[in-house]
């Protein structure tokens, strides 16, 4: 365990998709607190939780998937990063002059940094759209929508991306609001 003051983002992978992995974001925040994490926030019902934790980052995920597998039996990934990290996501903005980027920007967050296989994807044959990789996230520009986009198909094949889980640009903006709301240091 660590200070308890530690604010992170736990993302949930596929939770409350096509009727599947159902889990209301009351009953999270229920058992994220039955674990120890405090000042507990939800946004939407994708499975994106703000909250202290008084485990260490790295194993904040683990504690949370092995308590929500308890709780409701479904084994969901938990994909941990730190309010500094979210921070520098947003600083950072992967596509800046991209229009629409709360639609047409996508981040996978991945659980560990991104492999080579991520890393040296040639996606020039997929043009306008675009990837941008930057330690374990992968930042996707894909003007014509998710939906129609070949670039994520073809980037979904890598394993690596697969295990990951994603979240439009607006939702990376609403839980870095969450996270100033929280006293995290996103802004």
Known sequence: MTNPSTTIVALL?????????????AHL?????????????????????????PFEPESAGTVLADAIALATGLDVPVIVR????????????????????????HVVFLPVPA????????????APEEIVVSGSEVALHVPDGLGRSKLV?????????????????????RVAALLAVSGGSAA
């Not at 520098?88 to 047409?104: I, K, N, Q, S, Y």
């Open 13 to 25: 992978r596929g939770v409350n998709v096509g009727g599947h992995n159902k889990l209301p974001m």
């Open 29 to 53: 925040r229920e058992i994220a607190a039955g674990v120890g994490f405090t000042e507990a926030r939800t946004y939407i019902q994708s499975g994106n939780l703000v909250a202290s934790t």
């Open 82 to 105: 730190t309010a500094d990290q979210w921070s520098d996501l947003v600083a950072t903005d992967p596509f800046p002059d991209a229009a629409e980027r709360g639609r047409h920007v």
């Open 115 to 126: 492999t080579e296989a991520v890393t040296s994807f040639d996606a020039s044959s997929f």
């Open 153 to 173: 198909v073809a980037v979904n094949r890598i394993p690596d991306v697969a295990a990951g889980t994603t979240r439009n640009w607006n939702t990376v903006l």
